[in-house]
């Protein structure tokens, strides 16, 4: 009885120090800092282990290594050979010692791995904070009585891995974007978080990768108005097409000069004063295509403006971006009081299936549906997506694309500029049609 009690007694230590890797590295380091700051030893402790992964992490895998073979050799020594004559006598012969052995590190393995991995760091993630607590300053003692021990180790090892160019590091490579964003998906569908603020972290993501020129207004869909512009033309922007800001040029489009504001001109007319264009124009703020969608959000917050001229290469105009554009690849579409309802750019027609919008952007399909289509290149919206899988033309109504073996796409309406709107089918057949282009 005293064996197998020793035995246990091994396998939760086993299981404490598998806890402790658990719960260190998965508490809440807010909630560790606001209890230092009230003055815990214990957070400072945890604290203190979660600066130092390596040295921490070190001594639990020595730790837990150093248990786990120990218990093995006692478990083999002192329960095998009680089990030997009870096996004589079930007719194992000369076997009975191999039998007896087996058995026992059969069960040393069974405990070990339910009792000393799975079962505490289970509990351990579930309490991470209160356990980390727990057991960060008994950590940290053992953590300085093995230094010495892990550091011999440690070097053992990289003498070793410097023939491959390599070195002992016990700490895992930081989490990048798309782990992030894995990590935000599981949370959603386990209901950690409900699926509006998954969105939204996913989105605030995926803005780091975005450009200007991913969120911009083309320019053939800029309203602009020409530095001669009268009464009537403003009115026409700004009332009528509900226009706030209105870039401002000279001779072309290429050429914007600044832009005029909503209120600026209902201020003179209120009064009844004379509108002079010249008099209200702002100065414009430019910005490349190439730039990247979060520091344009940035330049306009310190630069106290809400729109910006994009640029292409060779300095010509391709579009404008609105502080609200970049806003809304954060929290999605944001509408006006007075905003005609836009037809809906994707509307679920049957199970599996769907109508889009030419203008869509193939990352908002896999926002809204969790559809992703892979682009050639660099396509910002679905219809020139669609041009480029067809070699660089616009495909007529009924034409079938698969971009990929399970999406197929139907063109539904199309102009011979571009693609109004698609059918988007996910489909089990692996196959291409025989009309894909």
Same mark, same amino acid.
Request: charged share 25%; hydrophobic share 50%; glycine share 8%.
């Given at each position: 009885?005293?064996?197998?009690?020793?035995?246990?007694?091994?396998?939760?230590?086993?299981?404490?120090?598998?806890?402790? $890797?658990?719960?260190?590295?998965?508490?809440?380091?807010?909630?560790?800092?606001?209890?230092?700051?009230?003055?815990?030893?214990?957070?400072?402790?945890?604290?203190?282990?979660?600066?130092?992964?390596?040295?921490?992490?070190?001594?639990?895998?020595?730790?837990?290594?150093?248990?786990? %073979?120990? *218990?093995?050799?006692?478990?083999?020594?002192?329960?095998?050979?009680?089990?030997?004559?009870?096996?004589?006598?079930?007719?194992?012969?000369?076997?009975?010692?191999?039998?007896?052995?087996?058995?026992?590190?059969?069960?040393?393995?069974?405990?070990?791995?339910?009792?000393?991995?799975?079962?505490?760091?289970?509990?351990?993630?579930?309490?991470?904070?209160?356990?980390?607590?727990?057991?960060?300053?008994?950590?940290?003692?053992?953590? &300085?009585?093995?230094?010495?021990?892990? &550091?011999?180790?440690?070097?053992?090892?990289?003498?070793?891995?410097? #023939?491959?160019?390599?070195?002992?590091?016990? !700490?895992?490579?930081?989490?990048?974007?798309?782990?992030?964003?894995?990590?935000?998906?599981?949370?959603? $569908?386990?209901?950690?978080?409900?699926?509006?603020?998954?969105?939204?972290?996913?989105?605030?993501?995926?803005?780091?990768?975005? @450009?200007?020129?991913?969120?911009?207004?083309?320019?053939?869909?800029?309203?602009?108005?020409?530095?001669? %512009?009268?009464?009537?033309?403003?009115?026409?922007?700004?009332?009528?097409?509900?226009?706030?800001?209105?870039? !401002?040029? %000279?001779?072309?489009?290429?050429?914007?000069?600044?832009?005029? #504001?909503?209120?600026?001109?209902?201020?003179?007319?209120?009064?009844?004063?004379?509108?002079?264009?010249?008099?209200?124009?702002?100065?414009?703020?430019?910005?490349?295509?190439?730039?990247?969608?979060?520091?344009?959000?940035?330049?306009?917050?310190?630069?106290?403006?809400?729109?910006?001229?994009?640029?292409?290469?060779?300095?010509?105009?391709?579009?404008?971006?609105?502080?609200?554009?970049?806003?809304?690849?954060?929290?999605?579409?944001?509408?006006?009081?007075?905003?005609?309802?836009?037809?809906?750019?994707?509307?679920?027609?049957?199970?599996?299936?769907?109508?889009? #919008?030419?203008?869509?952007?193939?990352?908002?399909?896999?926002?809204? #549906?969790?559809?992703?289509?892979?682009?050639?290149?660099?396509?910002?919206?679905?219809?020139?997506?669609?041009?480029?899988?067809?070699?660089?033309?616009?495909?007529? !109504?009924?034409?079938?694309?698969?971009? *990929?073996?399970?999406?197929?796409?139907? !063109?539904?309406?199309?102009?011979?500029? @571009?693609?109004?709107?698609?059918?988007?089918?996910?489909?089990?057949?692996?196959?291409?049609? %025989?009309?894909?282009?």
């Amino acid at each position: 009885m005293f064996e197998l009690l020793a035995l246990l007694g091994l396998v939760a230590i086993g299981g404490v120090l598998a806890g402790a $890797e658990m719960a260190i590295v998965t508490a809440r380091r807010g909630r560790l800092e606001s209890a230092a700051d009230g003055g815990s030893a214990r957070a400072r402790a945890a604290l203190h282990l979660r600066r130092n992964p390596e040295r921490f992490l070190a001594t639990v895998q020595i730790g837990i290594t150093l248990v786990g %073979a120990v *218990a093995g050799a006692y478990g083999g020594e002192s329960l095998a050979k009680p089990l030997e004559p009870w096996l004589r006598d079930l007719g194992c012969g000369d076997a009975a010692p191999k039998i007896a052995f087996g058995a026992v590190m059969a069960l040393v393995t069974y405990l070990s791995v339910v009792f000393g991995e799975l079962v505490p760091k289970s509990l351990a993630l579930r309490f991470a904070d209160r356990y980390a607590l727990l057991i960060a300053r008994p950590m940290v003692l053992l953590g &300085w009585v093995g230094r010495p021990v892990a &550091w011999l180790l440690a070097v053992s090892s990289n003498l070793v891995l410097r #023939l491959f160019g390599d070195r002992t590091n016990f !700490v895992e490579g930081k989490l990048g974007r798309e782990d992030l964003q894995h990590l935000v998906e599981e949370a959603s $569908e386990a209901g950690g978080i409900d699926e509006r603020t998954g969105q939204l972290v996913a989105r605030a993501l995926e803005f780091t990768q975005l @450009r200007v020129a991913d969120v911009m207004v083309p320019r053939r869909f800029v309203q602009a108005v020409p530095q001669t %512009a009268d009464e009537a033309s403003l009115r026409t922007a700004m009332l009528d097409q509900g226009h706030r800001r209105v870039p !401002v040029y %000279a001779e072309s489009i290429d050429h914007v000069v600044g832009y005029v #504001l909503r209120e600026d001109v209902l201020a003179k007319l209120w009064d009844k004063q004379p509108l002079r264009l010249a008099e209200l124009v702002r100065e414009p703020f430019f910005v490349p295509e190439a730039m990247a969608a979060e520091r344009a959000l940035r330049e306009l917050q310190h630069r106290r403006v809400h729109l910006a001229v994009v640029v292409e290469e060779h300095g010509g105009t391709a579009g404008l971006v609105t502080l609200e554009d970049l806003v809304e690849e954060l929290v999605g579409e944001i509408f006006h009081e007075r905003d005609a309802s836009p037809p809906r750019p994707i509307v679920r027609e049957a199970a599996g299936v769907w109508r889009v #919008l030419g203008s869509v952007a193939p990352r908002d399909l896999w926002h809204e #549906l969790r559809v992703e289509i892979p682009a050639p290149g660099e396509e910002r919206t679905l219809s020139g997506l669609i041009v480029a899988l067809a070699g660089d033309r616009v495909p007529g !109504v009924g034409e079938h694309f698969r971009p *990929a073996p399970h999406i197929d796409i139907e !063109v539904i309406e199309a102009s011979p500029r @571009r693609v109004r709107a698609v059918r988007l089918r996910l489909v089990a057949d692996p196959l291409p049609k %025989a009309d894909e282009s």
